[in-house]
């Protein structure tokens, strides 16, 4: 079976002297897929019945789940559906069905995605596999800042892009000593909701971050983030796009918008208490359609 890779831990001198300390890039975007999914689901699909197995799997996506969950399954010789919704990624969906999976995109959005995923997977009794929100994809997830604290013992800080929680609660869960910063889009804050209510609260996200619009925080995921006093930072969409022409033009890291937000949130000074610190940022991932790319950096031109 294909491996899971250990990316690599870059140091951006630029980067740690807009705010005053060290700035390492943990370049998740070169991960399997093109994002830190596959740490996590392939975890999870591990643990599936031969019975489950049969019956194939079922998760739901913005696009890079999608693409992590085909690929785990074609590993695996399972058979897979992903449930996305109109307005996501063509690309992500492309990958999704490259591996194998099909794709199915009648939902209006991402509330209506969830609402589709229960009825397709009552109609076919297939085994869910959830995005972000299972104890055992967190932990898997927790393999990254294991990594992090590995390659540098020193790092004090952890900043990353948050959606639904999967990633920033299994960073808490792998470095435990680490303060961990999830920074979340001003336009898709579900942590953030989740975090003052004590509680998961819906919100209907919207972003040019597609992989952080969760509409939801997981409630798994929200535990641990309650647990580890995880923070919560809010960016703009000009902070992400600032974020996003850094990684290519300065870091030339072919990220998604998704994984500029961390990045982002640091220029834009948003991290709070990171003068004279270690922070490494997670970068992740690196799906991002080239019209996209081509319209925030001519932006930037103009």
Wanted: glycine share 12%; hydrophobic share 45%; net charge negative.
């Amino acid at each position: 079976m294909t491996t899971l890779l250990r990316t690599p831990l870059l140091r951006s001198t630029t980067l740690g002297d807009a705010f005053g300390g060290t700035a390492l890039l943990k370049a998740e975007l070169l991960q399997k897929t093109g994002s830190f999914k596959p740490r996590g689901i392939l975890a999870k699909l591990a643990t599936l019945t031969p019975e489950e197995r049969q019956r194939g799997v079922i998760t739901v996506s913005a696009g890079n789940a999608a693409g992590a969950v085909a690929y785990g399954c074609a590993l695996e010789g399972i058979d897979c559906l992903v449930v996305m919704w109109q307005g996501t990624s063509d690309l992500k969906a492309a990958a999704a069905r490259a591996y194998g999976a099909t794709v199915d995109r009648e939902a209006d959005d991402p509330t209506a995605a969830f609402a589709r995923l229960e009825e397709l997977r009552s109609s076919s009794g297939r085994a869910f596999v959830h995005p972000y929100d299972d104890p055992v994809v967190i932990e898997g997830h927790s393999s990254l800042s294991r990594e992090i604290v590995e390659d540098a013992p020193d790092t004090e800080v952890i900043v990353t892009g948050v959606g639904g929680g999967g990633l920033v609660s299994g960073i808490a869960v792998g470095a435990p000593k680490a303060r961990v910063v999830g920074v979340e889009p001003e336009g898709s804050a579900a942590l953030r909701e989740g975090l003052a209510a004590g509680k998961p609260v819906p919100v209907r996200p919207d972003s040019i971050a597609d992989a952080l619009n969760a509409p939801v925080v997981g409630e798994h995921c929200l535990a641990v983030c309650l647990e580890r006093h995880v923070e919560s930072v809010l960016v703009s969409e000009d902070d992400i796009r600032a974020g996003f022409r850094f990684l290519y033009e300065r870091a030339k890291l072919a990220a998604e918008p998704g994984a500029a937000a961390g990045v982002g949130a640091l220029l834009a000074g948003k991290v709070p208490d990171v003068q004279g610190k270690t922070v490494a940022v997670v970068v992740s991932g690196g799906n991002v359609a080239p019209q996209t790319a081509a319209a925030i950096l001519s932006a930037n031109e103009a």
